[in-house]
């Protein structure tokens, strides 16, 4: 007989992206809602490279989610060529910088302040290996002769082997994994490794995206691949095993973002995140699984407590809005209009 209802430690999602102005007030309380921790992305316009911006997004964003006020952002720092090791090392001392991002230039949205070449920073990545300060990558490899589709691959050859080969104990998050080159390369290295997987990759393969015509609001970075990349990641979230957690990169953008001659990448899974999430386990017969994912091992690789609340999600129907509309700020939300079996039960 099929579960009627879970109830799961409060989750933690390592990944969000809340943007800034009317979209952050407008979509940080989704996230809000569901889960009691979130590692927040920096790249804002312009980006989150100090301390000192850091603790000022960190106030807009609770500012945002005061009808949630035991809700606490994660704060991240920016890594550019020319990033302040100093600062950097000090803002995770005082508590306010949880990790810091690697952005190759080009890579994904208002990545062209990232990296251009990993050896840059490697001063600022060998302090950051001393204090045990984690390393969050957006794991692409850009170049003209290299296919969208395999940049990826490319990054785990060109710099993830290298890098932990010259940096064997830095913390580094392969985030937002999509091949299954990627979840082997993960269960293959040392614990000092682990990866996030959105709810997105785990639903969609690239035909979802590209076949019976473009559908723009299924386009992120990375984008989706193959199905068997697909089944890999399921088979990876759904393991159990510590080294993989929750991690939505939720990306909302206005809808003419991306209805556009150049839509933008990212796809809006806040508003139904847990219970996308829910739904592959369910399918997936891995329900009791569940738990781990998305509420333990994030917290332990993190070096984190255990959330003390809980979430209960029941068996029941709802249908996903096709829109989410704040003052005049039109969002499309993943799986608009279609039914979800799982539904938050509000407090």
């Not at 390592?14 to 007030?25: A, F, N």
Request: glycine letters at 6%; one cysteine or more; hydrophobic letters at 40%.
């Amino acid at each position: 007989m099929t579960a009627q209802s879970i109830t799961l430690i409060k989750p933690d999602d390592w990944h969000v992206h809340l943007r800034d102005g009317e979209m952050l007030k407008q979509v940080a309380p989704y996230t809000a809602q569901q889960f009691a921790r979130a590692i927040i992305m920096p790249n804002l316009l312009p980006p989150v490279t100090t301390t000192a911006m850091a603790v000022d997004y960190r106030q807009r964003i609770l500012a945002a989610t005061q009808d949630y006020p035991d809700f606490k952002p994660l704060m991240v720092a920016y890594l550019t060529d020319d990033l302040d090791g100093k600062d950097l090392i000090n803002g995770h001392q005082q508590g306010v910088l949880t990790a810091a991002k690697l952005y190759p230039a080009g890579a994904t949205t208002n990545s062209s302040h990232g990296v251009t070449d990993i050896k840059h920073i490697y001063p600022v990545l060998e302090a950051m290996q001393k204090q045990g300060m984690p390393l969050l990558v957006h794991g692409e490899v850009v170049g003209d002769d290299i296919d969208v589709f395999d940049r990826e691959a490319r990054f785990i050859d060109d710099v993830m082997q290298p890098l932990l080969k010259d940096m064997p104990e830095l913390k580094v998050v392969f985030e937002h994994i999509t091949t299954k080159d990627a979840a082997d390369f993960v269960m293959s290295a040392g614990d000092n490794v682990a990866a996030t997987i959105t709810a997105h990759h785990l639903q969609i393969n690239r035909n979802d995206m590209l076949v019976g015509g473009i559908k723009p609001h299924l386009y992120c970075l990375p984008v989706a691949k193959r199905e068997q990349h697909r089944q890999a990641l399921r088979k990876a979230a759904t393991s159990g095993h510590q080294k993989f957690f929750l991690g939505t990169d939720t990306a909302p953008h206005a809808i003419n973002a991306k209805e556009s001659a150049c839509g933008c990448a990212g796809i809006f899974t806040a508003p139904h995140a847990i219970e996308h999430y829910a739904q592959v386990f369910e399918e997936e017969n891995a329900l009791d699984k569940l738990e781990a994912f998305a509420s333990i091992n994030g917290p332990k690789f993190y070096q984190l407590s255990i959330n003390k609340d809980h979430i209960t999600l029941i068996k029941k129907d709802q249908q996903v809005p096709e829109k989410t509309i704040d003052k005049g700020l039109s969002i499309v939300p993943f799986k608009a209009g279609e039914i979800l079996a799982w539904q938050l039960q509000a407090d």
